[in-house]
């Protein structure tokens, strides 16, 4: 069966519509996006379908645009999936997604306002003369929604992280530069994010610590994932993050929370679960 049948195909596991998404994603053309867009509008799961936006932006082909905007503009779709089809917007980088970006900069969901600002700013930088000379170091390859800072240090970068006074944009330039440095200490800097009232800000350090996959940011991750009063969405993040690290203590927090009440918490420590698998494998 072809992987565009897979994804879309109810009865297949989760875990096998997933690998089906990223194999989809690395593929590219046409027929991954029209197989992809179909599952973003027709699935049930708000974590394939966030899932599914996720990688059409990554896959930056302007021609996933309608599909993008369709849910953005969708006010009954989960916020999430909203707020990931915001985000591909910014990261496929055509500008003319401004001026229907900046609709949505005072939405009802502060997860979908925060990441349609975060976009526009991330395609005016991309606009800007000065973006041209900028060279950007992410090791991961990963399109992300701002570019890191290239000056500073792990102080400066988690003062400028943890600064409520600045725009989301330039603290998110922060949290790329320490992810981009790695080790221990940058770590460190990046778990005070947690305390953020932002889930949107939570959500993306989770994600970014599932990047770096490194054993110092498993307590972390497994307290955020342990506290139900967390946002769905960030505690999802630090579930898939764990599923990254993949070590015997991120096996036994993620097998516990198999049966969470909540749906995509619950699915992301399926999908985490197959991750660790295969890192293992």
Known sequence: MANEEILNNTGKTLAERFRALFTLRTQGGD??????????????????????????????????????????????????????????????????AIPFLSKYLNDDSPAVAETCALAVERLQWLSDKDCGRFRDNNPYLSVDPAPPTNNGSVKEWEEQLNNRSLSLFLRYRALFALRNKGGVDAIKAL???????????????????????????????????????????????????????????????????????????????????????????
Not at 49 to 73: F, I, N, W
Not at 196 to 212: C, N, P, R, T
Not at 239 to 262: H, M, N, R, W
């Open 31 to 96: 027929a991954a996006i029209r197989a992809i867009s179909q599952c973003l509008l027709e699935e049930s799961s708000a974590l394939l379908k966030h899932e599914c936006a996720y990688c059409l932006g990554q896959m930056q082909d302007s021609t996933a645009l309608p599909v993008l905007k369709r849910v953005l503009s969708n006010v009954n779709e989960e916020p999430m999936v909203r707020h990931e089809a915001g985000e591909a917007l910014g990261a496929i980088g055509d500008a003319s």
């Open 191 to 281: 778990t005070t994010g947690f305390k953020d009232e932002s889930a949107l800000f939570k959500h993306e350090i989770a994600y970014v610590l599932g990047q770096m996959q490194d054993p110092a940011a498993i307590e972390a991750l497994k307290q955020v994932l342990e506290d139900t009063s967390q946002c769905p969405m960030v505690r999802h993040e630090c579930a898939e993050a764990l599923g990254s690290i993949a070590t015997k203590e991120c096996l036994q927090v993620l097998t516990e929370y198999c049966e969470d009440p909540e749906r995509i918490v619950s699915e992301s420590c399926y999908v985490a679960l197959d991750m660790y698998q295969n890192e293992h494998n």
